[in-house]
């Protein structure tokens, strides 16, 4: 199973950015996807999440109601849709999944993350 992240880039500060991570190789059976993000001088935080079922997302104070998670299954791909970014939300964003039959919201696939960069 391989995860490509992609879609950073550099933004202004109040734009907008949409991240894709889709997934290839064989079938993937998760519990959930997340988003993550590792910002300059700081440790990796998990800024959502998407549980398969029953359908949830969850949300990072710093980020909630500014970015929105979504999932085409048929492509099999999560989005994660940033608006109103901030300077502060730059770094390099990563997408993970767990496995049914593991530790829900232990993250066993890593994609290879993507570079957000927001200009004040």
């Known amino acids: 199973v391989q995860l490509q992240a992609s879609g950073g880039g550099l933004v202004r500060a109040g734009g907008s950015l949409r991240l894709s991570c889709a997934a290839s190789g064989r079938p993937l059976s998760s519990y959930s996807w997340a988003w993550f993000r590792q910002l300059i001088g700081k440790e990796r935080e998990r800024v959502a999440r998407?549980?398969?079922?029953?359908?949830?997302?969850f949300y990072a104070d710093s980020v909630k109601g500014r970015f929105t998670v979504s999932r085409d299954i048929a492509k099999k791909t999560l989005y994660l849709q940033m608006n109103s970014l901030k300077p502060e939300d730059t770094g390099v964003y990563y997408c993970?999944?767990?496995?049914?039959?593991?530790?829900?919201?232990?993250?066993?696939?890593w994609g290879q993350g993507t570079q957000v960069t927001v200009s004040s």
């Open positions: 993970a999944a767990d496995v049914v039959g593991g530790t829900p919201g232990q993250y066993v696939y």
């Open positions: 998407f549980v398969w079922s029953p359908r949830t997302t």
